[in-house]
């Protein structure tokens, strides 16, 4: 599973990084610091639960095929 | 006088608006949004147009759904913050007489992307959730103090005493401004913040008194820096130029209003809330850790800005026409309750699996202070259930409140057995 988020359009809620702070990281502006994540196994709900609470909607879960 | 009185005149309804979306609201002084501001926008969501204009305050659209206001707050090129056009702004810049006071720009609120971010950026790293995080510890023990000093006392008016003392000095400590001058700023801010007035122009003196206000702070900051906001703003350069008093007057203007009657507002609704939820602070007091999640319900059910923009040019609008110039509410109370998004959004339910709410709004202009808001929220929730018994609203002087871009609590009177 991957974890792609359109950066230019974060704004800094910051909402995911409250659900996980590894899966999502953020720089030292409280924006999201990366566009692409590998989600380790296990870390799929918590995944998807942070994507769901982004208020800009810019971040999209990638399912294994 | 009726209350009814006191609504602004109407005036005529421009030729490109079809009466299906004329709906007479005053968000100012509409009697029933006054008497219980969310009760009323729940009436206004079932009944109301999704997007309407109203012909109150000069006339203006509201934006009720939340795909309206999700939307227009992304597109700043058809819905801009910038009020008074650059060019006559320039213009009446160069026609001030030397001498005179600066006109100051709230900065970066009234500025649209990409100016913005050259004035957003410097400010991002002093409200981050790391840094707000670092300062949990002595906010937690202000609202300790605050609570503990009505304790043994078994009232309190919770606004005055508490919901208004506790964010405004955590503020002007950051900002770097005079506590002992707390009441001073604050009359300022309400003032400012509950005039109707629809022409931006009229701000202009109110905005100089602002400004007035903290000169005297920003010149001391400058020859002799704290560790504090105004010292930092002292630091940075914009577009490659070291700070000026211009620009300090502009992002002063901002922080002020933005500081000092947001969070209390809110924190004003969600106690309210809890005040007449036993239940619900029975729940939180088993369950502690529930605070954060019962903060964003309460933030979507009592959502309570109400951000202006200015449409930019001629569009549709979620089809809807719409002309350059005219003034059109992110009215964001609404949008958090709109049922389309949210099920049942007239319940509380701190199981909603969907707190995704906008009350900070959504794009680029996101509130720079949600995470100190977000903080300092779930602190006095904590420390109220940490600290107080089962509290209630005193039946005999029920909560008052007042509208605008803020809608806030004015005055909430709590009992509880002591």
């Known amino acids: ?65 | 006088m009726s209350a009814a009185a006191n609504v602004s005149p109407a005036v005529a309804k421009p030729a490109h608006v079809p009466d299906s979306l004329v709906y007479d609201f005053d968000m100012f002084r509409d009697p029933a949004y006054v008497a219980d501001p969310h009760e009323r926008i729940l009436d206004l969501v079932k009944n109301a147009p999704p997007i309407f204009w109203t012909p109150r305050n000069g006339g203006h659209w509201m934006l009720m759904s939340h795909s309206a206001n999700f939307n227009a707050s992304r597109d700043t090129e058809s819905f801009s913050s910038e009020f008074i056009p650059r060019a006559e702004m320039a213009a009446m810049k160069a026609k001030l007489p030397p001498g005179m006071p600066h006109i100051p720009l709230p900065v970066p609120i009234n500025v649209d992307p990409p100016e913005h971010s050259k004035y957003r950026t410097p400010l991002q790293r002093v409200f981050s959730p790391k840094s707000i995080l670092a300062l949990k510890d002595s906010i937690n023990a202000l609202a300790t103090e605050l609570v503990d000093s009505v304790k043994d006392r078994g009232n309190c008016e919770f606004m005055k005493e508490i919901a208004e003392p506790m964010p405004v000095r955590v503020f002007l400590k950051m900002l770097g401004l005079p506590l002992d001058r707390q009441d001073e700023y604050r009359e300022i801010v309400s003032q400012h913040l509950s005039d109707p007035s629809s022409d931006a122009r009229a701000m202009i003196p109110k905005l100089q008194r602002i400004a007035a206000s903290m000169n005297d702070t920003f010149i001391a900051r400058r020859d002799n820096p704290q560790d504090d906001i105004i010292s930092m703003l002292w630091k940075i350069e914009i577009d490659g130029k070291p700070t000026t008093i211009e620009d300090m007057q502009n992002y002063g203007v901002l922080l002020f209003i933005a500081g000092l009657d947001t969070v209390m507002n809110g924190i004003g609704h969600g106690v309210r809330h809890l005040a007449r939820n036993p239940e619900l602070q029975a729940q939180l007091r088993a369950n502690p850790k529930m605070v954060p999640e019962a903060t964003e319900e309460l933030l979507r059910r009592y959502t309570f800005t109400v951000p202006p923009r200015m449409v930019a040019k001629d569009i549709v609008f979620e089809g809807v026409q719409m002309k350059a110039r005219e003034r059109a509410m992110l009215f964001l109370p609404a949008a958090d309750l709109d049922p389309k998004e949210f099920a049942n959004s007239d319940r509380y339910d701190l199981n909603r699996e969907n707190k995704v709410h906008i009350a900070f709004n959504a794009g680029p202009h996101r509130c720079l202070g949600s995470h100190l808001a977000r903080v300092e929220l779930q602190v006095i929730y904590e420390v109220l259930m940490a600290r107080l018994p089962t509290f209630r609203l005193d039946s005999q002087r029920p909560p008052t409140f007042h509208c605008g871009h803020v809608v806030g609590v004015d005055s909430l009177h709590l009992v509880w057995d002591v």
């Open chain 1, 1 to 65: 599973m991957k974890i792609l988020i359109n950066k230019a359009a974060c704004a800094g809620n910051a909402r995911c990084a409250a659900v996980s702070e590894e899966l999502f990281p953020l720089d030292d502006d409280g924006y999201i610091a990366v566009t692409e994540v590998d989600v380790p196994p296990g870390k799929e709900e918590l995944a998807r639960r942070g994507a769901r609470a982004c208020p800009e909607r810019i971040i999209i879960i990638e399912e294994d095929k």
